[in-house]
Nanobody
Framework: QVQLVESGGGLVQPGGSLRLSCAAS????????MGWYRQAPGKQRDLVAV???????NYADSVKGRFTVSRDNAKNLVYLQMNSLSPEDTAVYYC?????????WGQGTQVTVSS
């Protein structure tokens, strides 16, 4: 069974930073991309950042320059470094892995940006 577990969320003040981690267990064959989505209350789940199998990255315009997605293939981990956080970043952040067959999702970790 494939399982994605996010960690690192919490409460942070505006302008602060958090680092999210996603640990993937099990075997996923043919990974094409790994990344992060987020969903705020009453809003849809939106893509935040992705890193593909070749190492290239893509970011939502709203987080570009502030967030960095990275991976550790040897440890089967994907990270999201979030800097200069604002209240608009408050959401549940979900790890996502896209394989040649389908997508896998974590349960999410809450990020709250508030003073």
């Amino acid at each position: 069974q494939v399982q994605l577990v996010e960690s690192g969320g919490g409460l942070v003040q505006p302008g602060g930073s958090l680092r999210l981690s996603c640990a993937a267990s099990g075997t996923i064959f043919g990974i094409k991309a790994m990344g992060w989505y987020r969903q705020a209350p009453g809003k849809q789940r939106d893509l935040v950042a992705v890193i593909n199998s070749g190492g290239s990255t893509n970011y939502a315009d709203s987080v570009k320059g502030r967030f960095t997605v990275s991976r550790d293939n040897a440890k089967n981990l994907v990270y999201l470094q979030m800097n200069s956080l604002s209240p608009e970043d408050t959401a549940v952040y979900y790890c996502n892995v896209k394989s040649i067959a389908r997508e896998f999702w974590g349960q999410g970790t809450q990020v709250t940006v508030s003073s």
